[in-house]
């Protein structure tokens, strides 16, 4: 069964395009994309008016191209047309990084904004990234990502930029509150909603939004204390707590995601 699952605010001259650009991807690339989504700040629940539409992708090559001591590349890039951006990893690179801990993958099969999926392959891959995904490493990652944000928050003072700090925190203070998962929401509104906050938190976290939503240019300017103060502590403990897996993990994770690729193969 194909699931699609697209958001009436979304502009449908552009899904169009996104539709046509997969069609001609498929034939010229010879690529089967078994699951197509949307990743950017659509999907993570803060978009601006002139935000980029980023379709992501993950596709299996004929049988024969992985035969080779000659493997071709195992991204497919397209050019930026407008707000249009359109990119996706061999599923080979996105078992390779999952096993890794790279938190990606995860996101792309939680995105609520769907272009195309075969269920029974997404609900596998989920499957077995909620068994082969090690949460200290995929909490590393969002620690690495956000904190090289609010870095770069530092230098620009651009408030559009605090939610690519703010969401790996709140990705972050998740794992923390349940610690029998592996896979953090990528949306924005469920982290908040499933965790629990402190109300000024909240209420901050919800106007600047709100802003976001209707200003293409937010400018520079401080950043809401109780905003700055969650990043900051969040990212702290996160230091002192996630450290890492074992190799006894990896091991089993590479022979799960091994034998998960040959299923995909044949069929």
Request: hydrophobic content about 40%; glycine content about 4%; some cysteine.
């Amino acid at each position: 069964m194909i699931l699609r699952n697209i958001p009436d605010a979304m502009d449908p001259a552009v899904v169009a395009t996104i539709d046509a650009e997969l069609g001609r991807i498929e034939r010229e690339h010879r690529a089967d994309v078994r699951l197509a989504i949307e990743s950017g700040s659509r999907a993570w629940g803060f978009p601006s008016p002139d935000s980029d539409y980023d379709c992501r992708f993950v596709y299996l090559r004929p049988l024969e191209d992985y035969l080779t001591p000659w493997p071709g590349r195992d991204v497919i890039e397209t050019p930026l047309i407008g707000l249009l951006d359109v990119n996706g990893w061999d599923l080979v690179k996105a078992l390779q990084l999952l096993v890794r801990g790279n938190a990606v993958l995860i996101e792309w099969l939680m995105s609520p904004i769907v272009y195309s999926a075969d269920s029974a392959f997404r609900d596998e891959l989920r499957e077995l990234a909620d068994t082969v995904a090690d949460r200290d490493q995929v909490a590393r990652h969002y620690l690495h990502l956000g904190a090289r944000q609010w870095r770069l928050f530092d230098t620009n003072r651009s408030l559009k930029k605090v939610f690519y700090s703010l969401r790996p925190a709140m990705a972050l203070r998740w794992l923390r509150e349940h610690p029998d998962k592996t896979a953090a929401p990528m949306h924005l509104p469920t982290l908040l909603a499933q965790c629990d906050l402190p109300a000024d938190l909240v209420e901050s976290i919800r106007t600047l939004t709100e802003l976001k939503a209707r200003t293409r240019e937010m400018g520079a300017g401080e950043v809401p204390a109780p905003i700055a103060d969650f990043i900051t502590r969040e990212f702290d403990r996160a230091e002192a707590e996630f450290t890492g897996n074992e190799p006894a993990h990896r091991e089993q994770a590479r022979a799960l995601s091994n034998e998960f690729f040959r299923r995909q193969l044949g069929r």
